[in-house]
């Protein structure tokens, strides 16, 4: 199968997602597609499953000029969509969701569970996936639903896949899985349409690479003829220099300092200290506590045991109201269910922690509360039409420095900071980076936590190692190696 | 593709709904009622009209601040029973009519309280939770009032205790004055405080709220503390009209209350709407009562026009959240 989109183009109201954009998969390559959040990759994806109509252009099947009305009947055509963002139901066993709505009967109109059972299975095996199909399918890590999404694909008679960040969320070993499974399905004849912000993984997987910007497609490379620079120059429309920024830190006093904090079960006798102008990065493996320890040291959750001195005075951080009072401000992991609200606007999103200071006479403000938001959005560069919109129309890198902005707002000096800058395009992560120097510069201290080992160690002072809620060292980063930091994390001495 | 976007730019039906649709429904409805009986508009129906809204809107008041979190209150008409029947028997007993209307108002915040603790440290859905505290409440009004109305010779000779239901200041019944006053409060408190703040912060996501700072069980407790309180304040002005504690005053007034809330386009999933709209959407329920009594339609059809009414109005609140 061969699909060519030419010229397609797309507006939503008076904003203009798609111009110009020209595109072409066929059967037996893996096509990557690159770009910054809010490029249009998610948008023309949409249009070719039938989930959105063009305002212009065409796509041709095969040379054929087709129409899909639906998600449904692109799926019939053979072209199967792996989203990034799933859908499941919690509470429904693996096996009920894997086949929701197409469930296959018995003759008597019974639900076949056996059948459907045998040929998840066997789906699930070309990924060696071993699970009990019975349990909720909330049990599984998110990384393991998004296994069980990739099955779901492979379930399908499908002749282009496209796959939607599909290891954001992935161990290295189900990367290996997922690779072995895209060159068989490469071999088969099957074409892969393979969305992805990882800059190595495009390299090793893909023949052509095409980048997106600002809703026209830049370039299509063959993969083996071109390089990282240029890709990244094309996503970015210049060049990026280095990528991370350059620490000149400055340290003063200890800004937050732990002694033994301990939740039962989760994290024992953390003790760790972080200065002014410092950025102390925490690395560890999944599940190793890490954003744990910063949940309750924000107050979100409760310590059992150990204290907490902020600025050389020992506090009682019993909820995040408290914590916010000794000038600490936590970007949380997961934004959109903690970190913004979505529905309101980016002003009521980043005055809400330090709303309590723009009453007068009872009131709020509004002209004092609307200059301060208005002063953070640009210091932040947020780009938006106006303080007014939704934050939930914001692309993931703006909605990022919208919780940051928060944070700043509230006069934070210990910026806890749990993976700023997950699911955030290239150039908005320059961004951030560019604004945590200059915070540093100001005096705050910063604790960044990040599974991402290259900015551990291109983006921080030091670096907190834990392993299975144990604090196993803090080592100064200019003497850190990828090794080394490894080693800590899966137990071993240093 | 440019005149689709200048068409957008200068209509959206979604958008003129939201802001004025209410508005738009309640003048259609008075222009119709109107044509179909003049005497609609004669001033002393309005006021009458105006005084018999008074007791919904305070109860929808408090009720917008429960939706806006998304929770609900089922429990308002036994908060209203039970509170008007203690400030009855206390002006029986020869209480103050001032001090016991003080006293009702209170006894209606501290019912309300106990439905916030519920549902904040219990974590019980407010459906459930209220639901229970409506029979629990009622069943104590019954218990109170031994299944009979508290009257006597103190309540309907008494100027004071009867002024707050009944009289009339400048020609304007004495209710529509309290609603005015509580409506400008609620509105304040809504739109121009930090509590109002919170409230909507915690509808739009309770997770969010709480990470930046927002005392989410204390708000949960203060919010139904307010529907309780607005409940009794309905039931001080239900009392004193009728110069009697009825024991099974205000059953199913929750239903009236939710609709206004509803119909004034409030989303019931929590975080979305605005005071101003409660208060047109109690009007519009006013306004159906009232003209369909004019009308002379009987009590039985008058459920199902309303019935139908809400199901509209959310109906075109649902398209317009898609759109």
Known sequence: MEIDMQHISKAFGPNVVLKDVNFSVKGGEVHALMGENGAGKSTMMNILTGLLEPNGGSIKVDGKETHFASALEAEQHGISFIHQEMNNFGEMPILDNMFLN??????????????????????????????????????????????????????????IIIMDEPTAALTENEIGKLFDVIKSLKAQGVGIIYISHRMEELFEISDRVTVMRD????????????????????????????????????????????????????????????????ILAFSGLMGAGRTEVMRAIFGID?????????????????????????????LTEDRKSEGLILDDSIADNIDLPSIEGFVKHGMIDRKADRDFVNLLMKRLTVKANSAEDEAGSLSGGNQQKVVLAKWVGSGSQVLILD??????????????????????????????????????LGFSDNIAVLYEGKLMGVVPTATATQESVMTLATGGEN | MDNQTETKRHFSFGDFYSKLGPLVALIVLIVLVSILNFSFLDPLNLLNLLRQVSINALIAFGMEFVILTGGIDLSVGSILALSGAFTAQLVLMGVPSFIAFLIGMVTGGIFGALNGVLIAYGKAAPFIATLATQTIFRGATYVFTKGNPITGAKMSNNFGFQFFGQGYLFGIPFPVYI???????????????????KTYALGGNPRAAFVAGVKNNKMIIWIYTLAGFLSAVAGMILTSRLASAQPDAGVAYEMDAIAAVV?????????????????????????????????????????IVKGIVILVAVLLDRKQAKA
């Open chain 2, 263 to 303: 119909l004034g386009g409030t989303s019931l999933a929590g975080g979305k709407g605005k005071m101003f709209g409660t208060l047109i959407g109690a009007l519009i329920i006013g306004v159906l009562n009232n003209g369909m009594n004019l009308l002379g339609i009987s009590s039985f059809y008058q459920q």
């Open chain 1, 215 to 278: 809703g026209l497609t830049i370039n299509t490379y063959n993969t083996k003829e071109t390089n990282v620079k240029q890709i990244v120059h094309d996503m970015v429309g210049r060049d990026m220099g280095d990528f991370y920024p350059d620490r000149h830190p400055k340290f003063g006093k200890v800004m937050l300092e732990t002694n033994k904090l301990t939740r039962e079960g989760v994290f024992k006798d953390i003790s760790f200290s972080v200065r002014s102008g410092e």
């Open chain 1, 102 to 159: 197409k469930e296959i009967k018995t003759r008597f109109g019974f639900i076949d569970n056996v059948k459907m059972k045998a040929i998840a299975q066997k789906s699930l095996a070309k990924l060696d996936v071993k699970l009990d199909l019975n349990q909720p399918i909330g049990n599984l890590s998110v990384g393991q639903q998004q296994m069980i999404e990739i099955a779901k694909s492979l379930m399908t008679d499908a002749k």
């Open chain 1, 419 to 456: 993976e700023p800058t997950r699911g955030v395009d290239v150039g908005a992560k320059r961004e951030i980076y560019d604004l945590m120097n200059e915070l540093t510069d100001r005096g705050t201290a910063i604790i960044m936590v990040s599974s991402d080992l290259d900015e551990v």
């Open chain 2, 179 to 197: 609603m005015v006053l509580f409506y400008i409060l609620a509105f304040i408190l809504l739109h121009r405080t930090t509590f109002g703040r």
């Open chain 1, 302 to 330: 409760k310590l059992d045991s150990g204290t907490i001195t902020v600025n050389g005075k020992q506090v009682k951080i019993s909820n995040p109201s408290d914590a916010i009072k000794d000038n600490i401000g936590f």
